[in-house]
């Protein structure tokens, strides 16, 4: 039993489907089970179709001849037939659940920067986490971050977050970031008085209300289920509500720490679409291949306290470190010649040196990377010193236009024709200059871009 599907791809060669109390038996691999039972779903819907329109022509017949003596008999005969007939219901998602993020507006270039970051914990800073982590996520990237459970990704993510500081280092967001984090404890942030359907209606979100509890189906919750109390769900309950929630807040960048840990394939499936559809910048992490698979175009793996960067997806990134890996089997023999520690000599040195040559090389590779990062910092930092006081400009321009806006929307304000006049006067010089500055710093952004 696993909601992996990549993980039952590779094992399984029977599927036993459970559904409304029976279990039926497909002796194929899942993918062809899916296949299947989609073919499987088209002959029921068509089984339905079918009998829907036979119980119309039936009960047309009982409506028309139900009080005519002479047709008595038979009415009764399709009256039991009606009574007998057993009714064709589908048990799963209907196609047409469709889960779709808010229209996400446009961010800044840079949409997080975090330098020299550390993070320790236990008495005095005992346990050492990470230390000196730097990392950049850029406008419209998705991004895996992957390691070996206790490596540090949910610390890191919670910093990056703001949940938790650094103990040095910094953490910045770029202009017009609007960030949403998703945990195994967001289910905390909700309001335990609420019923599902309150709490779901907190969101904000201006979709109708029969989309509303089409979303609330797709992540499990139909029915009476929406009257039940937050208070009384189970923790994946909770989870899937905060997911629920997440779905429809106002973001365009989101950290989801292991999102579909209590959802089944179906809605897993059906969030992973939406996640597609996402215009955002996301960072995710999942244990689940499959679901990074189609989404990431980035993997950055945290692996004994440093980050490492793999353009691509989860697949990719796997070739790439087998492939390091293959390379430093071939060079583990020479250096465990040169490292083994002689056991004729107990005052031999009892672990691994790099040789002279190794460190030599090592040292020059990490100054051509270090020049080279230095070139695109030197690059990028004329464009860079426009941009921050341009979107600061900018930020006070629409703040400003804020002030305004709401000024007429004033009874009072509006009572005074003179104040309203310079009002939409003044509003129109912030608009008409906001709209050169966005064009000025798309421009900017765009040229910054093209710097690597």
């Excluded at 672990?351 to 030197?378: C, F, G, L, V």
């Amino acid at each position: 039993v696993s909601h992996d599907r990549r993980f039952i791809g590779k094992m399984a060669i029977e599927i036993a489907e459970l559904s409304r109390g029976e279990i039926t038996h497909y002796q194929m691999s899942y993918e062809r089970y899916l296949v299947e039972k989609e073919a499987a779903r088209e002959r029921l819907e068509r089984t339905i179709g079918d009998q829907r329109e036979r119980i119309e022509h039936i009960q047309h017949f009982v409506d028309r001849f139900r009080y005519k003596s002479s047709k008595a008999t038979q009415v009764q005969s399709r009256i039991r037939q009606l009574e007998k007939m057993e009714i064709y219901e589908i048990d799963t998602l209907p196609r047409s659940v469709n889960i779709r993020f808010p229209e996400a507006q446009r961010s800044g270039w840079d949409v997080i920067t975090a330098d020299d970051i550390s993070k320790s914990y236990g008495l005095n800073g005992s346990i050492r986490v990470f230390s000196g982590l730097g990392l950049k996520i850029n406008r419209g990237q998705r991004v895996a971050m992957v390691g070996v459970n206790g490596a540090g990704k949910s610390t890191l993510l919670r910093l990056l977050s703001g949940i938790e500081s650094p103990d040095s280092g910094t953490v910045r967001l770029g202009h017009n970031v609007k960030l949403a984090y998703f945990s195994q404890e967001s289910a905390g942030n909700l309001n335990y008085s609420h019923t599902i359907w309150e709490e779901a209606s907190l969101t904000g979100s201006r979709i109708t209300e029969a989309e509303k509890r089409s979303l609330l189906g797709a992540f499990l919750f139909s029915g009476d289920d929406i009257k039940k109390p937050v208070s009384v769900l189970s923790g994946g309950e909770k989870s899937r509500l905060a997911l629920f929630k997440l779905l429809l807040s106002d973001t365009n960048f989101l950290i989801l720490d292991e999102p579909t840990n209590h959802l089944d394939m179906n809605t897993r499936e059906i969030f992973q679409r939406a996640l597609l559809q996402y215009g955002g910048t996301l960072l995710i992490v999942s244990h689940d291949r499959y679901f990074l698979d189609d989404l990431s175009d980035r993997v950055i793996e945290i692996r004994d306290g440093e980050l490492y960067d793999y353009p691509g997806n989860y697949s990719r990134f796997i070739e790439k470190r087998e492939e390091a890996m293959r390379r430093d089997e071939r060079d583990a023999p020479e250096i465990c010649r040169r490292s083994q520690p002689d056991t004729s000599d107990p005052r031999q040195k009892q672990h691994e040196t790099k040789a002279p040559e190794d460190q030599a090389m090592s040292r020059e590779k990490r100054r051509q990377e270090a020049d080279e990062r230095n070139r695109i910092y030197r690059e990028r930092k004329v464009f860079m010193d426009k941009i921050g006081p341009l979107e600061a400009a900018i930020a006070k321009s629409e703040t400003r236009r804020d002030e305004i806006d709401a000024l007429l929307a004033s009874p009072e304000v509006l009572s005074d024709s003179v104040l309203v006049r310079d009002l939409y006067k003044e509003r129109k010089t912030i608009l008409d200059g906001l709209s050169s500055d966005y064009d000025v710093w798309e421009r900017l952004s765009e040229d910054m871009e093209r710097v690597n």
